[in-house]
């Protein structure tokens, strides 16, 4: 059996056991776990709009899929970093009225 990656934040194996996402082949992509997945935007929702038009056109450009124990690891730090940006940018975090 091959060697596996120890799932960053969640003490499992990559690979392991839980609840999947349909199995349609998607991967964690830190540490590669098949199991229990989360989509994560990298460009934060409120930014979206400020971006040209062919690049709104579609999420899929700024997502990457992660399992559960590695999203826990991301996001504190993250939402930290959106924070900043927020305050430097003057960006509100509710959302606008359509």
Do not use: I, W
């Amino acid at each position: 059996a091959g060697k596996r990656n120890a799932c960053v934040g969640c003490g499992g194996e990559a690979g392991g056991g839980g609840e999947g996402r349909g199995g349609d082949g998607s991967r964690c992509g830190a540490d590669g776990a098949a199991a229990r997945l989360v989509r994560f935007s990298v460009v934060p929702h409120a930014f979206r709009r400020h971006l040209p038009d062919p690049m709104k056109s579609r999420d899929s450009h700024d997502l990457v899929v992660l399992c559960v124990g590695c999203y826990g690891v991301l996001e504190p730090a993250y939402e930290r970093h959106r924070q900043h940006l927020y305050r430097r940018h003057g960006v509100s975090r509710s959302p606008t009225p359509r």
